[in-house]
């Protein structure tokens, strides 16, 4: 059983745009999120995170939203730019950073 | 380097034989993760260590898998009769006191 899901395989965004990238998580105890960006080749690099205390966080063109109560949080981008391509993760832990669960990803293009 | 190493990049062996690879986290960093990813899907965690110990080893799929860090500072990764179906894309992690990981660039085994 996935307990942080990517429903969205993959998505494509025009240059300028916003580009929204879902994740939703089963497990109630999860208290903290991050997300990550990976381009091919290249290990995982983190982009933002936020604490279940909190529901937004930003940081320049990323800001990421969480809703507890749907156990749902989303990555915004904007404005997107083409080096923005890439495959992104959601991750997931219960107790602040032990054990990370990660999403199967969402692939990213943005079209210039 | 200042980033977390990895070694080697690249590992192909006979189904069988014995593999060890090796993370050299950022330096100060207490936490190491062991992750492997499949393609197409999220890594998938495999063992944290908080300095010496194994804190959490919940992920290792079976006894064939083992990692030890003996210093609290690197770390390797032991493959005993290694399958076919382990090959991955092996990722290795280091933070600070638990919060955001810090990944290295993997080390793509392949099992033949």
């Known amino acids: 059983d996935q307990q942080v899901k990517q429903n969205s395989p993959s998505l494509s965004v025009q240059e300028g745009r916003i580009s929204i990238l879902n994740c939703d998580y089963t497990?109630?105890?999860?208290?903290?999120f991050l997300w990550y960006k990976k381009y091919p080749a290249e290990g995982p690099t983190f982009l933002i995170s936020?604490?279940?205390?909190?529901d937004k966080n930003e940081d320049g063109r990323f800001t990421v939203f969480l809703n507890k109560s749907a156990k749902h949080l989303s990555l915004h981008i904007v404005p997107s730019q083409p080096g923005d391509s890439a495959v992104y993760f959601c991750?997931?832990?219960?107790?602040?950073?032990?054990?990370?669960?990660f999403g199967p990803g969402t692939r990213l293009s943005v079209l210039p | 380097g200042a980033g977390v190493s990895q070694t080697p990049s690249n590992k192909v062996t006979e189904k069988g034989k014995y593999v060890e690879l090796r993370c050299d986290p950022i330096?100060?960093?207490?936490?190491l993760y062991w992750y492997r990813q499949s393609l197409g899907q999220g890594p998938e965690f495999l063992i944290y260590?908080?300095?010496?110990?194994?804190?959490?080893d919940s992920g290792l799929p079976n006894d064939r898998f083992f990692a030890v860090r003996p210093e609290g500072s690197v770390s390797t990764l032991k493959i005993q009769r290694t399958e076919r179906g382990d090959s991955a894309v092996y990722l290795c992690?280091?933070?600070?006191?638990?919060?955001?990981?810090?990944f290295g660039e993997g080390s793509r085994l392949t099992v033949l």
């Open positions: 992690a280091s933070s600070l006191n638990r919060g955001e990981l810090f």
């Open positions: 497990n109630s105890m999860f208290d903290y």
């Open positions: 936020i604490s279940s205390i909190k």
């Open positions: 991750a997931a832990s219960a107790d602040y950073g032990q054990n990370f669960v």
């Open positions: 330096s100060g960093h207490t936490a």
């Open positions: 260590f908080q300095g010496t110990g194994a804190a959490d």
